[in-house]
């Protein structure tokens, strides 16, 4: 496990709002990141599909360490805003949020992310985030 | 309680999510919709904040009820998609989304919310959204 | 004419964009701008209707000087991203873009904007925005 | 030159603020369409580079056209919303937007856009779009 890797693994276990969703850390790589989040009634909206806002969270935070993975030493982001399509019904049995950095500039990093639910052996997209997450000294 | 209050209450019991964050139901009116989260570490981020993705959720699903709210008999409201921003760090003790309908269509329905915090006697807006929610046949 | 008037009636007149669509810039508050469009056929799309493209444009005018209106001496704005939704076909003699401030932080400003059309004597809401405007040295 | 394509760009010439600003349209495909707009000080901001109102319509209407391309006969699109981010100055010579549909729903689809900048031989990526389009009976 290299710094970087170690380093969002921290702040991943330290948010308490990860671990009561279910949400898995699953790979970290230069500009991107992916988080699971396995189906659980915990995370449900009212017919049993997974609420839009765990769709959501799992994603921003996707782009939010996309993003980090890019910064300068000494420096954390923050997420300014984002945006989220929800395309289809987020129904399944494993959900992957997975976080892309389009463009990082300094002040303000640009991201796109996108949530797959899994059912059975098939993956389709149920969300896509466009994010902007800005660098700031720690 | 009103068919219109009681309808909502219903649905937002039934999501497992509010339980699992501790988000209640604090007021509906048709057009707008209130639903508060107290501060706990089950939703915070690495700082000890709240996390972004329990504040976006509380205000997505006040935003919905308010669609909701005015949406014809016989139908129900699935959110299209929605952008927030985040304008300062969620710190407080009780935190309260507002969502309110800016123009109700036949197939969508534009919200505005946002999120205030509130620490002490004093609230502060946390984050604003603006929303696009369908309303289809149920 | 102040200089913060001054300033941004001078920006908005190098603005080739503005004469070539015939936009006003109507007035100039601390937080608050407006623009103005007249209809004609050279803004218009494929039904005579103003065309989305030049409501946004408007609005993001308007975002952005209300945005510049607090912004610290010797700072320039420019518009990071900004989402609009579009309640109803630009029809109208007149379109009004509103422009405010809802938080100015150091780094990003976060302002709200709305375009109204007028026929006859009635004002109707057409398109409303959210918008994130970085600070930058000039 | 297929069905499809003529409906497109008989659209595309009906719309004023297309010869206004000077923008062509390139490319038609099933779910995906190109935009050109070359520089000009007509559709330039107060610095001279293009105005994010130019960049953004050409975009809109690249998302727009191919959602329209994907529609069923006998429908037209209206562009629900969109939200753009703006990652670099738009400095060039000469700017192509492309819109892809992500997901075409029954009565939404969901569009991502880019606008790309030219410079000598260089392609940027200046900007990205996601948008929501509407499908209506025409």
Same mark, same amino acid.
């Given at each position: 496990?290299?710094?970087?890797?170690? /380093?969002?693994?921290?702040?991943?276990?330290?948010?308490?709002?990860? $671990?009561?969703?279910?949400?898995?850390?699953?790979?970290?790589? *230069?500009?991107?990141?992916?988080? $699971?989040?396995?189906?659980? #009634?915990?995370?449900?909206?009212?017919?049993?599909?997974?609420?839009?806002?765990?769709?959501?969270?799992?994603?921003?935070?996707?782009?939010?360490?996309?993003?980090?993975?890019? $910064?300068?030493?000494?420096?954390?982001?923050?997420?300014?805003?984002?945006?989220?399509?929800?395309?289809?019904?987020?129904?399944?049995? /494993?959900?992957?949020?997975?976080?892309?950095?389009?463009?990082?500039?300094?002040?303000? #990093?640009?991201?796109?992310? *996108?949530? /797959?639910?899994?059912?059975? #052996?098939?993956?389709?997209?149920?969300?896509?985030?466009?994010? #902007?997450?800005?660098?700031?000294?720690?």
């Amino acid at each position: 496990m290299n710094d970087m890797h170690e /380093r969002i693994s921290l702040s991943f276990n330290a948010q308490g709002l990860m $671990a009561t969703l279910g949400a898995e850390l699953v790979s970290v790589a *230069e500009g991107e990141v992916h988080i $699971a989040l396995p189906f659980s #009634t915990h995370v449900a909206q009212q017919h049993g599909f997974v609420h839009a806002g765990a769709v959501t969270t799992i994603v921003d935070n996707a782009c939010g360490y996309a993003a980090l993975s890019m $910064a300068p030493t000494g420096c954390e982001v923050v997420t300014a805003e984002f945006k989220v399509n929800f395309v289809r019904p987020a129904v399944g049995e /494993r959900f992957l949020a997975i976080g892309k950095v389009v463009n990082a500039g300094k002040l303000l #990093t640009v991201c796109t992310g *996108e949530v /797959r639910a899994l059912t059975g #052996t098939e993956w389709k997209v149920v969300a896509i985030m466009q994010a #902007t997450i800005a660098t700031v000294r720690s």
